[in-house]
T-cell receptor, first 111, second 116 residues
Framework: QQQVKQSPQSLIVQKGGIPIINCAYENTAFDYFPWYQQFPGKGPALLIAIRPDVSEKKEGRFTISFNKSAKQFSLHIMDSQPGDSATYFCAASKGANNLFFGTGTRLTVIP | KAGVTQTPRYLIKTRGQQVTLSCSPISGHRSVSWYQQTPGQGLQFLFEYFSETQRNKGNFPGRFSGRQFSNSRSEMNVSTLELGDSALYLC???????????????FGNGTRLTVT
């Protein structure tokens, strides 16, 4: 049973576009929602994270939008660049318990 | 500061054999978690060790086991390998137990295991 459902599986956008990756969860006890970025041949790296007491968080060109009532959160990448081409994973956890990851979205940004 | 180091990077084993993977966490990190990454399933949690004790365990068969040493280095062992065990095995370390509450997970680059 997938605790966190992520879509789409893959995404292709033109340079400058705004790719959006969506995630949904069921466990209302989750209180930490990070996004990880993974380049080929590398392990995932923390990109940005949000807690459920805020609806939006921005770090540079990356924004997380959080909808607590819908149990959904999404990642937006503003002014996307070819260097953003990677696989993105959303995740969720409760307290100090293990992170549940989504299945990943492979993003390709075309120059 | 050196990152998380996993050895070896690649392994090819035959069905039925066993394998041991190694992980050296970031200096000062006491928590080490292991994940299995496959194209269809994403990252699946295997187990977490904190100060040499297994704190959490995922839904994997008993063939998957691990341990942590006093210097926080960790090993993962898979016995009686099956074809379906072919995957990228990722180790992650964090300052405190798990990756929540301001103690993010720092991943290594993984060990690619191929079972033939």
């Amino acid at each position: 049973q997938q605790q966190v459902k992520q879509s789409p599986q893959s995404l292709i956008v033109q340079k400058g576009g705004i790719p959006i990756i969506n995630c949904a969860y069921e466990n209302t006890a989750f209180d930490y929602f990070p996004w990880y970025q993974q380049f080929p041949g590398k392990g995932p790296a923390l990109l940005i994270a949000i807690r459920p007491d805020v609806s939006e968080k921005k770090e540079g060109r990356f924004t997380i939008s959080f909808n607590k009532s819908a149990k959904q959160f999404s990642l937006h990448i503003m002014d996307s660049q070819p260097g953003d081409s990677a696989t993105y994973f959303c995740a969720a956890s409760k307290g100090a318990n293990n992170l549940f990851f989504g299945t990943g979205t492979r993003l390709t940004v075309i120059p | 500061k050196a990152g998380v180091t996993q050895t070896p990077r690649y392994l090819i084993k035959t069905r039925g054999q066993q394998v041991t993977l190694s992980c050296s966490p970031i200096s000062g990190h006491r928590s080490v978690s292991w994940y299995q990454q496959t194209p269809g399933q994403g990252l699946q949690f295997l187990f977490e060790y904190f100060s040499e004790t297994q704190r959490n365990k995922g839904n994997f068969p008993g063939r998957f086991s691990g341990r942590q040493f006093s210097n926080s280095r960790s090993e993962m062992n898979v016995s009686t390998l099956e074809l379906g065990d072919s995957a990228l095995y990722l180790c992650a370390s964090s300052l405190f137990s798990f990756g929540g509450r301001g103690s993010p997970l720092h991943f290594g680059n993984g060990t690619r295991l191929t079972v033939t």
